[in-house]
C-alpha cells in the first residue's frame, strides 16, 4: 500500500518528499520485510520502533494522519482481556469494543488517528455492516457524528488470501462545503453531511488467473468517478443512483433502516424472475434436457459397441 501511494502520488505529479508516512506491524518478519522495502525505493517512513501489537503498545499514540489504510484481521477474537483496555483515549465517545471481535476496535483506532481534515480507506468483513449489541452501538454513534462516507461491497475471489466478499470502509472527518487545490487543480467539494454513498461492486470485474476477478482499469475508473462525481460540486449533473450499483442515502433513511451499512438494503436490485413465463421456460428447458437425454443414450450405445468389437462385452 505504501507503495502504491508513491507511485500514486509521482502519476499525479506530487511531490514524494512531501509525505511523510507512519505505520505498525505486528509480525516481525513482515515488519523488517516492509522497512527494506521502503528502503529500496527511497521512501521515508517511520514504522515504529519495533513489531508490535497496535492494540497493546501503540507506537504512534500522537498521531493525526490526513489520509489512512489499512487491512486489518478480520473478525479477530480474545484481541483483549476483560478487563484490558476497557478506558482507552481511542474509545472515548464510544463503547468499548467487546473482546468477542476486533473490528470496531479496529475502526475506532483509526478514527483516533485521523486528522481534523483525515480520510481513511480500509478493508473488512462484511458482518461488520450489520452487526448488533455494542457493534452497533459505535456504528450508530460513528454515523451520528458524520464520519461514514462510502461503503463499497466488493466482488468475491478477489484477494489471494480469502475468497470471501469484503468491505471497503471509506471515513471522512470533514465533509463540509469547500475547496480544496490538489496541486494546482482546484476541487470542488459539496457539503455531503448526513450523507453516505454505497456502492455494490459485485456486478463487474473479470475472471483472472482462472479462479479470480480482478476489477480491470476500466472497472476502476468508472468506481473512482461515480465517487468523486457524488463528493463534487453540480453532483445533479453528473451522479444518478443506479441499480445494483449506486445509491446516495440520507441520514434519516440509514436511521429508518436501524443503522444498518449493507449496500443491498439501499440500492435497488432488479428482479429478473418478475416477467419470466414460467410455462415457455419450462418448455424451453424440456426440450434441451431431451436433447441431452438423447445424446447420453447414443454416447452410451456407441461406448458399450466399442468394448464389444475389442472383446470385452459389458453386460448390463
Not at 173 to 185: A, P, S
Not at 203 to 230: C, F, M
Not at 233 to 243: C, L, Q, S, V
Request: aromatic share 10%; net charge negative; with cysteine.
Amino acid at each position: 500500500m505504501f507503495v502504491q501511494s508513491i507511485k500514486f502520488i509521482e502519476a499525479h505529479h506530487g511531490n514524494k518528499k512531501k509525505v511523510s508516512i507512519y505505520g505498525q506491524e505486528y509480525t516481525n518478519t513482515t515488519y523488517k520485510l516492509a522497512k527494506m522495502n521502503l528502503a529500496i525505493r527511497g521512501i521515508s517512513a517511520n514504522l515504529g520502533e519495533m513489531a508490535a501489537n497496535t492494540f497493546t503498545n501503540d507506537q504512534h499514540k500522537d498521531l493525526k494522519a490526513d489520509y489512512i489504510m489499512a487491512n486489518p484481521p478480520f473478525n479477530q477474537k480474545e484481541w483483549r482481556a476483560a478487563d484490558e483496555l476497557t478506558d482507552d483515549a481511542r474509545w472515548n465517545g464510544y463503547e468499548v469494543p467487546p473482546t468477542s471481535n476486533a473490528n470496531y476496535g479496529w475502526i475506532l483506532n483509526i478514527v483516533s488517528k485521523m486528522s481534523q481534515n483525515g480520510v481513511a480507506g480500509f478493508l473488512l468483513a462484511n458482518g461488520a455492516l450489520s452487526d448488533d449489541g455494542t457493534e452497533l452501538k459505535i456504528r450508530q454513534r460513528l454515523i451520528e457524528n458524520d464520519l461514514v462516507e462510502a461503503i463499497l461491497i466488493l466482488p468475491r475471489n478477489l484477494f489471494y488470501t480469502t475468497d470471501i466478499s469484503v468491505t471497503l470502509w471509506i471515513l471522512n472527518k470533514n465533509k463540509k462545503e469547500r475547496t480544496v487545490d490538489m496541486n494546482g487543480v482546484e476541487k470542488h467539494y459539496r457539503n455531503r453531511e448526513r450523507e453516505i454513498l454505497f456502492m455494490d461492486l459485485r456486478q463487474i470485474g473479470s475472471p483472472y488467473e482462472k479462479k479470480y476477478i480482478e476489477l480491470t482499469e476500466t472497472d476502476r475508473a468508472k468506481v473512482v468517478e461515480t465517487y468523486h462525481n457524488w463528493q463534487q460540486a453540480g453532483y445533479e449533473d453528473t451522479y444518478k443512483n443506479i441499480p445494483e450499483f449506486c445509491y446516495s442515502a440520507g441520514y434519516d433513511e440509514v436511521a429508518e433502516k436501524g443503522f444498518t451499512l449493507v449496500p443491498s438494503r439501499y440500492i435497488e436490485f432488479v428482479n429478473r424472475d418478475e416477467n419470466v413465463d414460467f410455462d415457455s421456460k419450462m418448455k424451453m428447458l424440456q426440450s434441451e434436457l431431451k436433447e441431452l437425454l438423447i445424446a447420453e443414450e447414443k454416447s452410451k450405445t456407441d461406448l458399450l459397441g466399442v468394448f464389444k468389437e475389442l472383446g470385452y462385452e459389458i453386460e448390463l
